[in-house]
């Protein structure tokens, strides 16, 4: 699973030189490339925070949390997104509220890293995780466009997700699971709208353990009532005061 993650482009000129080889020529304009991005050391996605995901045709503020465009309640938008946070890439194929994008609505997300919790005699400890190249991690996700009935237009995405590699078994032990991370070689492919499904499936597999990086970080995170969006969230802490 991936419900945290850490995101600390503070300027949106900097995403888009990264991604530039992906994004259209005609980004970036000047007016998009002097906006400044919300810096996040610690961010749930059960905040439904709005973050810059790159697509095939440009680039889009969405909401984490993946809005289907079929939905009629509105009322119901809340739970959805609550349920859509992250995508099992083993059954997005299936899935109502995937199946159209996981076709050719793919998007990337670039993060700085990523939380998850190792669990040791029913107490859990979080971990820190972040790529070994200190670039960033394009996390591969799905994104849908839903109209209200007012007209207003709402991005919306889910990161995917895929079994776990050796490392992320020994931290997320109890799920096993991790965020699909994509490779510089096929950041391009997987935004491709009419890519064949045998060429998205190649893509869907865990990234390997050699290019990531993790330290645990402290307890206090464990406490979603205090303020976790500080840079101390990413301090590593000696193991030795953990076990």
């Known amino acids: 699973m991936c419900y945290n993650i850490a995101f600390l482009q503070k300027r949106l000129e900097n995403y888009v030189k990264r991604y530039e080889p992906i994004l259209p020529h005609d980004l970036p304009s000047s007016k998009l490339v002097k906006k400044d991005l919300p810096v996040y050391y610690f961010v749930s996605g059960f905040e439904h925070p709005v973050l810059p995901v790159i697509a095939n045709d440009g680039l889009y503020f969405s909401q984490w949390g993946l809005i289907p465009h079929w939905v009629k309640d509105e009322n119901k938008i809340p739970e959805i997104m609550k349920m859509t946070l992250n995508a099992k890439s083993e059954t997005a194929f299936e899935k109502p509220s995937f199946k159209k994008a996981i076709n050719s609505q793919r998007c990337l997300l670039g993060i700085d890293g990523f939380y ?12 820190y995780i972040y790529p ?21 237009t709402i991005h919306s995405f889910s990161i995917l997700t895929t079994a776990a590699n050796p490392m992320m078994e020994d931290i997320h032990n109890t799920r096993k699971r991790m965020p699909l991370i994509i490779s510089r070689d096929d950041e391009k492919n997987w935004v491709k709208p009419d890519l064949a499904t045998e060429e998205i499936n190649q893509i869907m597999r865990p990234f390997p353990e050699s290019g990531m990086q993790a330290h645990p970080v402290s307890t206090r995170l464990n406490s979603p009532t205090g303020n976790r969006n500080t840079p101390d969230a990413m301090n590593p802490i000696n193991h030795s005061l953990l076990f």
Do not use: H, R, V
């Open 132 to 152: 070994s190249n200190q670039d960033l991690f394009s996390l591969g996700c799905l994104y849908d466009i839903y109209i209200q009935p007012n007209g207003t």
């Open 116 to 127: 998850e919790w190792k669990t040791i005699n029913k107490m859990k400890y979080p971990y």
